[in-house]
T-cell receptor, first 114, second 112 residues
Framework: DAGVTQSPTHLIKTRGQHVTLRCSPI?????VSWYQQVLGQGPQFIFQ???????GRGNFPDRFSARQFPNYSSELNVNALLLGDSALYLC?????????????FGQGTRLTVV | GDSVTQMEGPVTLSEEACLTI???????????LFWYVQYPGEGLQLLLK???ADDKGSNKGFEATYRKETTSFHLEKGSVQVSDSAVYFC???????????WGLGTSLAVNP
């Protein structure tokens, strides 16, 4: 069974550019969450989507946006990139929105902004 | 607000030594508690979890007990191996919250 897949695995962007990160959840999982993990720190919550609706948003600027498609895959978009956006972006999928359900993480997308 | 505090690393141990990584939390209600592990070059993996007070999660020789009275969820292993070298994250998921709240992570290096 395929796990959570994220693409691309690595990318380098220039300040001011825009980036789109993609995530395919485990088959049957309807909830997708996005996290940002800066080197040496724990993940920080960005968004959660469940059944194609935004169910949670972390403390990130409006430059960050996301959406979930009918097949439950998801995109995270970041506009006007800053150097401080350099991080590992993690996608997690869960069967539902309940607190006891395990979150399965993808390998992440390593974004470097130069 | 909800938060997780875990002991700072890095932690360096010899093979077969005992491990304890402390984790305490602040949360409203009755959160579920998790330990995730991140091996070098890999993504986050759930190591163990506990969903109510006095529950003990266990996996791969690791254990953690949900202590509501001390708001703690310390990770323990009696005999570590070189393959346990990784970064360990304590996290919680509160009832009405849609997100996992994470500690800063504790890096563990086990030497042969």
């Amino acid at each position: 069974d395929a796990g959570v897949t994220q693409s691309p695995t690595h990318l380098i962007k220039t300040r001011g550019q825009h980036v789109t990160l993609r995530c395919s959840p485990i088959s049957g999982h309807k909830s997708v969450s996005w996290y940002q993990q800066v080197l040496g720190q724990g993940p920080q919550f960005i968004f959660q989507y469940y059944e194609k609706e935004e169910r949670g948003r972390g403390n990130f600027p409006d430059r960050f946006s996301a959406r979930q498609f009918p097949n439950y895959s998801s995109e995270l978009n970041v506009n006007a990139l800053l150097l401080g956006d350099s991080a590992l972006y993690l996608c997690a999928s869960r069967t539902g929105g309940g607190r006891n359900t395990e979150a399965f993480f993808g390998q992440g997308t390593r974004l470097t902004v130069v | 607000g909800d938060s997780v505090t875990q002991m700072e690393g890095p932690v360096t141990l010899s093979e077969e030594a005992c491990l304890t990584i402390n984790c305490t939390y602040t949360a409203t209600g009755y959160p579920s508690l998790f330990w995730y592990v991140q091996y070098p070059g890999e993504g986050l993996q759930l190591l163990l979890k506990a969903t109510k007070a006095d529950d003990k999660g266990s996996n791969k020789g690791f254990e953690a007990t949900y202590r509501k009275e001390t708001t703690s969820f310390h990770l323990e292993k009696g005999s570590v191996q070189v393959s346990d070298s990784a970064v360990y994250f304590c996290a919680l998921h509160a009832g009405n919250n849609r997100k996992l709240i994470w500690g800063l992570g504790t890096s563990l290096a086990v030497n042969p």
